[in-house]
């Protein structure tokens, strides 16, 4: 049964908390009741202290989603387990055609953290919610996974971690539909962030058709949506938050 926009009693583990959108996620769920596990490669105990401070059920933990051991450790330990909101991820930027160590190097650490990563915590996650016969699961794609980003300058590696993350969604989510489990995901536009400010890419806002960037709370509430209990009849969809910005 569809039981709306709520997190009540649910707990959702949140990756990448310790950042923006991680961080908005975490907010938007803990504003829709869930019993928050916030991790990042370093414990965001702060936002956690604040959430609790609201009145929120969390706790914080670190963990580097590219070590599979330490993400079974994890999700093991933590009893029952209703959602999973994955929004840890890289981008760095480098010279493709001068390749070399140093982009090779770029291109293996961003598979590492942006497809390794989530697939870590799918193996983890999955068989647990099939078995339970429930589960929402929120993966974070990009704009740059369908269109190659907003600007020429987009980085490769992240345009290639994101596509395959994309892809994986459907994967993910054909494995798990029989089995009471969603798999989505948000394909974020250009969001007011440290990432997208260090990325350096030359944004025109008069190419964007909302003439601005996202703000992170506006990828926030769409998660909590997919971490909730009114995201049911809907599985291996990418919602695209990206401000219209979908041909350019
Ligand atoms: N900012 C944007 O405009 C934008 C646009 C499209 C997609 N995204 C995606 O949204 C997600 C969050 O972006 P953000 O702007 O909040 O970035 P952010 O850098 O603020 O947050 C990312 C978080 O992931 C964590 N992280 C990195 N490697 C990790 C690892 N191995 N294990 C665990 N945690 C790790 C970082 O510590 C950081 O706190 C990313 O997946 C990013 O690719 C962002």
Redesign the pocket.
Known sequence: MNKGFDLTGQRVLI??????????TARACAAMGGDLVL????A?QALADELAAAGATVRAHA?????AAAVDALVAGLGTLDALA??????AGGDWLAGGEGWDALLDRTM???VK?PVNLMRAVLPRMMKQGWGRIAL?????GRNAGTTLATEPA?VA??GALQALVRYFARQSAAHGVVVNA???????????R??GQPFDFDRLPTRR??E?AE?GWPMAFLCSQGCTYMTGVVIDV?GGQHFS
Do not use: Q, R, W
Not at 39 to 42: F, G, Q, T
């Open positions: 990756t990448g908390a310790g950042g923006t959108l991680g961080g908005a991790v990042d490669l370093k965001p963990l580097d989603s590219t070590d994955d929004v840890a991820g890289i981008y590492d953290v942006n990563g974070t794609t990009s704009l740059a992240y971690s994101k948000v394909a974020p536009g250009p969001i007011n962030t440290p990432m997208t260090a990325s960037f996202g992170p990828i990206n």
